[in-house]
Every structure is written in C-alpha cells, then in structure tokens.
C-alpha cells in the first residue's frame, strides 16, 4: 500500500510539474506613438524579437498591426509575447502600402520612428536591431516618437 502511495504521489507531482514546464509565461508590449502630423492614413507598426528584417522587412516580424489616425498620438497594445528582447518599427502610412516609401536616395517620404529613438541621418543610416532593441517581460510600454525628416 505505502509503495501505491508514493508512486501515487510521484505522478501527481510529475503531472504538476510538466504543466507549469509547458505553460509559458507571455506578455504584453504597449506602444505609444507621438508627434504624429497627418489625420488621415493609418500609423503602422511591427515588432521584431530579432536583428533578421529589421526594421522593414514584414516577413520577419513577430507581431503587426496598423491604426487608424485619430489624432496626434496614437496607442496600440501587443498581447502573448514570450519575455525577451524586441524592436519596434512605426511607419505614418499615408497611401495604404503598409511600407515606409523612400526617394531615390533612399531617404523617407513618410513619417517613421523607431524603438529607443535613435538618432536617423545619413551618417548614421538605419538602426540597427541592437540599438533600438529593449527588454518585455510582464506588461511592458515604450514611447516612439515619429520623425518626418532625417535628423541633421
């Protein structure tokens, strides 16, 4: 009887265990867009949990949406992330692309902004994952500033 028991109780806690092993913890990411100037078109974003695509490549991204312009600031909520490491790319999409149009040159047409808003110029070219990069673990909220121009 006393060996029931105990094999008993070690499937119990075997069962128990394997299902906190399996349930993963996620989180939510809130994202708050500022400066925006336009009130037509939609502020599109895309989160990435690595350096591949970003930041404009939709393929690669983890979680995406887009928002209808309602007025200067703009926020929307990204829900059952795993905890890590993500960027942010925001585009003021104008034409209904979903993409950050550029000139000739390769420089903007749009408004944009990215994640830890790095400074963007010529010099300093586009942001790599590592610099606009941040850590979600519970409910996180960033603040993403739009640019409608290259900084000097």
Do not use: H
Request: hydrophobic share 35%; charged share 20%.
């Amino acid at each position: 009887m006393f060996k029931i028991v105990n094999l008993f109780i070690a499937t119990l806690l075997t069962i128990s265990f394997t299902e906190i092993v399996q349930a993963e913890s996620t989180t939510s990411l809130t994202v708050v867009v500022n400066g925006i100037r336009n009130q037509t078109g939609e502020i599109c974003m895309r989160v990435y949990n690595s350096e591949k695509g970003f930041p404009d490549n939709a393929k690669s991204e983890v979680k995406s949406g887009c928002t209808k312009i309602t007025g200067t600031s703009i926020k929307q909520v990204f829900s059952g992330l795993k905890p890590g490491n993500y960027a942010v790319a925001v585009i003021d999409d104008q034409n209904g692309d979903r993409k950050l149009n550029k000139d000739f040159f390769g420089i903007p047409e749009e408004g944009f902004g990215i994640s830890r808003n790095p400074i963007v110029s010529i010099s300093t070219g586009t942001p790599k994952f590592k610099n606009a990069s941040f850590k979600v673990d519970k409910n996180t909220t960033i603040n993403i500033f739009l640019k409608y121009s290259l900084d000097p």
